[in-house]
DNA sequence: TTTCTAACA
DNA sequence: TGTTAGCA
């Protein structure tokens, strides 16, 4: 897995990833508070970024811009990277409909929480039931 | 010129 | 989250 390798290098400025994600300054290195990324550093005290970190970011925006507040965030990109050791590590067992079941099913978890948690937010609360709603048939 | 940290009318 | 101050 030398492709890892090349998702984790550090390329990346600060003034490239706001361009990239679209995220202020302030909100990227809010998002590295929260641990949600952790960027290398020049010697300069500079952040660079990797692709992977490119990637969480588009995903926490995407995330965010669905009303998921910072907690939500974090579960969801927790549970992303549970499924990543698991790629990463030789998974002896089933090889089949083991993993997709659990994670679908913890995800229904994660978003049922937000749900009930947005239900207090009378503003957004029924933008957000509308895109949520798909999950619960 | 760009980015960093810390802090707040 | 925005914005500003003072550095490197």
Redesign the pocket.
């Known amino acids: 897995m030398r492709d890892e390798i090349r998702r984790n290098m550090p390329l990346f400025?600060?003034?490239?990833i706001t361009k990239l994600t679209e995220l202020?300054?302030?909100?990227v290195?809010?998002y590295e508070q929260q641990g949600l990324i952790r960027p290398a550093r020049t010697k300069?005290?500079?952040?660079l970024f990797s692709f992977n970190d490119v990637d969480r970011l588009l995903h926490i925006k995407s995330l965010?811009e669905k009303g998921v507040n910072i907690a939500g965030v974090k579960e969801m990109l927790q549970e992303r990277d549970r499924q990543q050791a698991r790629e990463s590590q030789p998974e002896p067992q089933p090889k089949k409909a083991v993993k997709p079941d659990l994670s679908e099913a913890e995800l229904h978890k994660l978003l049922k929480r937000q749900l009930s948690e947005l239900s207090y937010k009378p503003n957004r609360s029924h933008l957000i039931q509308g895109e949520l709603s798909r999950f619960f048939h």
């Open positions: 400025s600060m003034g490239i202020t300054p302030r909100q290195r809010y300069g005290n500079q952040r965010m």
